[in-house]
């Protein structure tokens, strides 16, 4: 069964603190997405890592693809209330199909 | 352009009533999704869709029809609704690497 797995699943934290949040994952996808969801509402895309080795970073906020560890990582850095929200991973469940497979989520909460 | 559009926005179903959760893009993507996401869940691909004329089941496709006429329009359909298919539906499209989500639908189902 094709599995995409995020820990941890809830986070708390005091702003300016560092913390990572892992995606690991049974496929052999290349790609791997991470989206945003605050309550209430849609998801938006974040980052797209099209490769081994590929690192994104906008803000506070860096991701990384290790396709032979099958693992990803979302690194927040100096977090601030503005980034409490779900955080998503996602893989291709099937080699070059774009059928999507989420993770369960990751609850992030930054304390003042 | 108002990107990917779905209605309603929210609605409360029988037991065995039917319903077509409505899904339109207008940035002229061939590939949409349909995902379902339940309480503190991630999302599930119910059906997808690469062009016209072509629809392909995702992981959860059970109790659940589509139907792709047009590039712009993909709508789902829920014949005899169940409790189990009380959930928030998304509709997705995409370029590229890029999936962009409409605003979703919240579905009751008592």
């Known amino acids: 069964e094709l599995k995409v797995e995020q820990n941890p699943l809830f986070l708390s934290m005091q702003e300016g603190k560092n913390y990572t949040i892992y995606c690991n994952y049974s496929t052999t996808s290349d790609r791997l997405y991470w989206y945003r969801q605050d309550p209430g509402k849609s998801l938006e895309s974040l980052f797209v890592l099209l490769s081994n080795g590929a690192v994104k970073q906008e803000g506070r906020l860096m991701a990384s693809l290790d396709t032979k560890a099958r693992l990803s990582t979302l690194h927040i850095t100096a977090a601030v209330h503005d980034l409490s929200a779900t955080y998503f991973c996602a893989v291709d469940g099937e080699s070059g199909t774009y059928k999507y497979i989420f993770g369960t989520g990751t609850r992030l909460k930054v304390l003042a | 352009n108002a990107g990917v559009t779905q209605t309603p926005k929210f609605r409360i179903l029988k037991i065995g009533q039917s319903m077509t959760l409505q899904c339109t893009q207008d940035?002229?993507?061939?590939?949409m999704y349909w995902y379902r996401q339940d309480p503190g869940m991630g999302l599930k691909l119910i059906y997808y869709?690469?062009?016209?004329?072509?629809?392909d089941k995702g992981e959860v496709p059970n109790g659940y029809n589509v139907s792709r006429s047009t590039t712009e329009d993909f709508p789902l359909r829920l014949e005899l609704a169940a409790p189990s298919q009380t959930s928030v539906y998304f509709c997705?499209?995409?370029?590229?690497?890029?999936?962009?989500f409409g605003p979703g639908t919240r579905l009751t189902v008592t």
């Open positions: 997705a499209s995409r370029t590229g690497y890029e999936q962009y």
């Open positions: 940035m002229n993507h061939n590939y």
């Open positions: 869709s690469v062009g016209a004329g072509i629809t």
